[in-house]
């Protein structure tokens, strides 16, 4: 632990994510601007950090990829049905979810396939995950990245969204642990993103 401590570039790149992420859920109004731009300059800032490994194989990609975000939104469907019945309250969250998640212009679409979702997961994976797999245990690492990837979601005041931040932190992390692919988590990420927000919405506003 105390290599992490010792890691400038991994501290430094945190604090900046999470200043970003604090700004992003500030104002919910102008939400889609600000992450936008902050997922830019993550994506940047991991680029100028650590170049991300990618071991990339179609045929893995594909498979996985897909098998893994359909997994991601039956069990996130599961939960939106079964959390707000033990606690009803659960369900107005849900919706503010998807009025503050959901993609209402093209742009936006556009974003979150081209580099929101691309972006999350080379700064969440490709660096940051990255840099825990050298300094602690595989385990370790990726429930460590979990931790770092859903903890500034507690700024949205969303407790759905920071639950499916923890589910999709440790389904990600563990397939970019064990295929060390950025290609596959994305591909599973976008997939998750698209049946959820797309395809097979939960709430219908």
Known sequence: ?????RDRPLLLCLTIAYLLLFFSYRDLSIFWYIYTASMACLFVLAYHVERPQNNFKLSGTLMIGFLSGMLMYIITWAASKVLPAVHPPLQNQLEDLYILLSPTETWQYAMLILLIIPGEEIFWRGLIEKRLLTHIKTVQAVLLSTLLYSLPLIFSGNLLLVLAGIGGGLLWGTIYA????????????????????????????
């Open 1 to 5: 632990m105390k290599h992490i401590i």
């Open 178 to 205: 064990w295929k060390r692919s950025l290609s596959m988590v994305i591909f599973s990420h976008l997939l998750f993103d698209l049946l959820l927000l797309a395809a097979f919405p939960l709430v219908r506003l």
